[in-house]
Structures are given as C-alpha cells and as structure tokens.
Antibody, heavy 121, light 110 residues
Framework: QVQLQESGPGLVKPSETLSLTCTVS??????????WGWIRQPPGEGLAWIGGVYFSGSTYYNPSLKSRVTLSVDTSKNQFSLRLSSVTAADTAVYYC?????????????WGQGIPVTVSS | QSALTQPRSVSGSPGQSVTISCTGT?????????VSWYHHRPGKAPKMLIYDVSQRPSGVPDRFSGSKSGNTASLIISGLQAADEGDYYC??????????FGGGTKVTVL
C-alpha cells in the first residue's frame, strides 16, 4: 500500500531555512495522475495548503507562501522535498506530505503521519 | 484566500446522525465538484472519507456520505460511533492547481 513518511529537523532557528523530505513507498513518484503535496497545521489551527510538485518538477504554490517556498523531487530516491526560507514563529506547525490526485479530480488520498517543526532560537 | 467555513464543533449520541457543513464561494466549492473530506485524529495521518463531493473510496463505510448545494458542501455521518470522534476537514479545489481547506470541525460522541 502507498505510504509516505516525512523527515527532517524538528527545530529551526528564526530566519533560517526549513527543509523537509517525504519518502514515498508503495507507489512511484512518476505516477502520471498524481502530484505530491505539502500541507501544514499550526498549533490550534486548521490545515493549510502549501503546494504541490509533479514528477517533472512542475510546481504550484499557495500564493501566500510562494516567495519563500521551493518544492522539488528526487526521482532516484522516490522522494520529494520542501524548503521554506526566512522562517518565523508563524511557521511553527505540523507538516504533512500527501499524494494529490489531480487532472480529472482533486484530492489527497494518502498522507504521512506529519512531522512537528518548531521555529525558535 | 480565506479558509472554507465549517462549524467549530458538532456532537451526537451513538447511533445518531450529524451533518458538517463547509461553505466556500463561487470560486471554489461553488465552481468545482472537487470537494473532499478528511478525518483527522491527533498524532495520526488524516484519512480521506469522501472525494469529488460524494464519492467514497474503497474501505470507507457507507455511513459517511457527501453532498453539495451551491457554495456549501456537507458531510453526513450516520450511525455515529465512538471511533468517529476527531476533527473533520473539507477541502476544495480553488483553481490554479491549489486547494483550500476548511477550518475543521470537532466531532464529539456523547
């Protein structure tokens, strides 16, 4: 079955860059009908869309984060990654990666467990 | 773009039905039949319950159903069970390859 697992540091200093990786198993990141997405949940708040990346490297971002976010794929490792620059305390959240069905539909059918990230000095 | 509007909480007794609404705009919920619903329990991965407004993935009980009217989508949970407790989120396609989530609804089984 499809599984996703986030990895990366749980603590990032303000103004630095947050880097997370999602490892996909049970499916190929080359799947043509799927994007690979990132979502986050700040403490006490709901889910928020960050963006998605296709195996070709095409990326789509939430406009509110676009200037600071970079998504990429590593097809050799079946992984995709998130980089968020110039972080502040407002970026403290649980970060989830997910498989996103796109084209004739739009939904997130498989998610990782989430990784908590705290921005603090 | 603001989050979709969901009630903060709903509750019901075992066996009862509850309905969670998800209100957006003519740019998201009202424009696309791409509304999905997710059940999220603390420390767990969110689980998709409904996609494309009313479609259930295999393995999801038919106690869960979805619908849409205008700019508002709804999730109905019938035959409420203790395992249904948790947070529920709606998500709609909002154009330009992006999605928008609701603020979440906490379901409590009394």
């Amino acid at each position: 079955q499809v599984q996703l697992q986030e990895s990366g540091p749980g603590l990032v200093k303000p103004s630095e860059t947050l880097s997370l990786t999602c490892t996909v198993s049970g499916d190929s990141i080359f799947s043509p009908s799927y994007y690979w997405g990132w979502i986050r949940q700040p403490p006490g708040e709901g889910l928020a869309w960050i963006g998605g990346v296709y195996f070709s490297g095409s990326t789509y971002y939430n406009p509110s984060l676009k200037s600071r976010v970079t998504l990429s794929v590593d097809t050799s490792k079946n992984q995709f990654s998130l980089r968020l620059s110039s972080v502040t305390a407002a970026d403290t959240a649980v970060y989830y990666c997910a498989r996103l069905r796109y084209s004739t539909s739009f939904y997130l059918d498989h998610w990782g467990q989430g990784i908590p990230v705290t921005v603090s000095s | 773009q603001s989050a979709l509007t969901q009630p903060r909480s709903v509750s019901g007794s075992p066996g009862q039905s509850v309905t969670i609404s998800c209100t957006g705009t003519s740019s998201d919920v009202g424009r696309y039949n791409y509304v999905s619903w997710y059940h999220h329990r603390p420390g767990k991965a969110p689980k998709m319950l409904i996609y494309d407004v009313s479609q259930r993935p295999s393995g999801v009980p038919d106690r869960f159903s979805g619908s849409k009217s205008g700019n508002t989508a709804s999730l109905i949970i019938s035959g409420l069970q203790a395992a249904d407790e948790g947070d529920y989120y709606c998500c709609s396609y909002a154009g330009d390859y992006k999605g928008i989530f609701g603020g979440g609804t906490k379901v409590t089984v009394l």
